[in-house]
């Protein structure tokens, strides 16, 4: 029932900064639990940080902590990864995932997903 499309991908220099933004197609994401993955060539998918459909509750990959920042704006339907600091390991696609009634850790740690958008690069240049 949720079609997800990411935006903001693209190419950037070490150190450098992207946002990436997670919207869903004729829904909304309001009553979701959010989050991004990414997956880098010849590695597993991996969670890189959700949210709790309040915004209340987040959670972060180690990798990611202090460098990358999730938030949701409900009245717009949208879910953000501002993502700085920016290093050539960050290259990966990075998904959009959502589900219903479900824990940050549950869908962060143990991969427990509804719903996949399509993907959007990251390449990080040195």
């Known amino acids: 029932q949720w079609e997800l499309v990411e935006s903001g991908g693209g190419l950037v220099q070490v150190g450098g900064s992207l946002r990436l933004s997670c919207a869903a197609s004729?829904?909304?994401?309001?009553?979701?639990?959010v989050g991004w993955f990414r997956e880098a060539p010849g590695k597993e998918r991996e969670g890189v940080s959700c949210?709790?459909?309040?915004?209340?509750?987040?959670n972060y990959a180690d990798s990611v902590e202090g460098r990358f920042t999730v938030s949701r704006d409900n009245a717009k339907s949208t879910v953000d990864l501002q993502m700085n600091s920016l290093q050539p390991e960050d290259t990966a696609t990075y998904y959009c995932?959502?589900?219903?009634?479900?824990?940050?850790?549950?869908?962060?740690?143990?991969?427990?997903?509804?719903?996949w958008g399509q993907g959007t690069q990251v390449t990080v240049s040195s």
């Open positions: 949210i709790s459909s309040s915004g209340g509750s987040t």
């Open positions: 995932a959502a589900s219903p009634i479900i824990s940050v850790q549950d869908m962060c740690v143990k991969g427990l997903v509804g719903y």
């Open positions: 004729g829904s909304t994401l309001d009553y979701l639990t």
